[in-house]
C-alpha cells in the first residue's frame, strides 16, 4: 500500500505570497496523483491531477504541482494566495489503474490579510 | 459534470438508532463508489469500496455488521450505521468514480453524524 507524507500541518501566509505545501509518497513501479481541497464543513474538491506526460500540471484556482518521479514528491504551489484560499488541502495517490486512494494527513494553510 | 450528492447532509440520532446516509453520482454512471470517514482535523480513512451489485469490500478494522453498505444501482449506493453509538460520531463521505474509468475519484460534500 501507498503511503503519503504531508510534512506541513498548518502553513501560514500573507494575502498574494507565494505559498508551497509539500507531498511525498512511497516508491512504487507507476502512480496517479492528487490533490485535492476541502472547505470547512465540505467534501472534497479536485485541484488538480498527475496521470502521465507533462511533470508540471495546472489545476483550477490558479493552483499547479510538479511531479518528481526521484523524489517521490508532488508539492503543490500558488504564485499569489487569495484569502478564499484557506482551506485543508490533501495530496492524495493511487497505484496507477487502481481504485484505492490514499491520502495524506492534511495541509491547513491559512492567508493572513 | 461529475457531480455526487449525499444526503442528508447531517443527521443527529440517539444511541442506538439506526442511520442511513445516501450517495448519489447526478450526472455519470459510477460502477464503484467509496464511503470514508474523517474525524475532526484528521484525513480520511477509508471504510469501504462498493462496486454496483456485488457485495462491498471493507478494509481492516471496519465492521461490515455495523456499517451496512449497499449499492443497488450505477447512481446510488447507501451506508447504513446500525445500532449507532457516541463513537461513530463523525463526517462521512463518499466519492464514486466514472463508469470505465478508475483514474479520478468525485467526492461527495460529506454527511456530518452525531450520535447522542
Known amino acids: 500500500a501507498q503511503s503519503v507524507t504531508q510534512l506541513d500541518s498548518q502553513v501560514p501566509v500573507f494575502e498574494e505570497a507565494p505559498v508551497e505545501l509539500r507531498c511525498n509518497y512511497s516508491?512504487?513501479?507507476?502512480?496517479?496523483l492528487f490533490w485535492y481541497v476541502q472547505y470547512p464543513n465540505q467534501g472534497l474538491q479536485l485541484l488538480l491531477k498527475?496521470?502521465?506526460?507533462?511533470?508540471l500540471v495546472k489545476g483550477i484556482n490558479g493552483f499547479e504541482a510538479e511531479f518528481n518521479k526521484s523524489q517521490t514528491s508532488f508539492h503543490l504551489r500558488k504564485p499569489s494566495v487569495h484569502i478564499s484560499d484557506t482551506a485543508e488541502y490533501f495530496c492524495?495517490?493511487?497505484?496507477?489503474?487502481?481504485?484505492?486512494?490514499?491520502f495524506g494527513t492534511g495541509t491547513r494553510l491559512t492567508v493572513i490579510p | 459534470g461529475a457531480v455526487v450528492s449525499q444526503h442528508p447532509s447531517w443527521v443527529i440520532c440517539k444511541s442506538g438508532t439506526s442511520v442511513k446516509i445516501e450517495c448519489r453520482s447526478l450526472d455519470f454512471q459510477a460502477t464503484t463508489m467509496f464511503w470514508y470517514r474523517q474525524f475532526p482535523k484528521q484525513s480520511l480513512m477509508l471504510m469501504a469500496t462498493s462496486n454496483e451489485g456485488s457485495k462491498a469490500t471493507y478494509e481492516q478494522g471496519v465492521e461490515k455488521d455495523k456499517f451496512l453498505i449497499n449499492h443497488a444501482s450505477l447512481t446510488l449506493s447507501t451506508l447504513t450505521v446500525t445500532s449507532a453509538h457516541p463513537e461513530d460520531s463523525s463526517f462521512y463521505i463518499c466519492s464514486a468514480n466514472h463508469r470505465g474509468g478508475t483514474d479520478t475519484q468525485y467526492f461527495g460534500p460529506g454527511t456530518r453524524l452525531t450520535v447522542l
Open positions: 492524495a495517490v493511487s497505484d496507477a489503474g487502481a481504485n484505492n486512494l490514499f
Open positions: 516508491s512504487s513501479v507507476s502512480v496517479y
Open positions: 498527475y496521470l502521465s506526460g507533462s511533470t
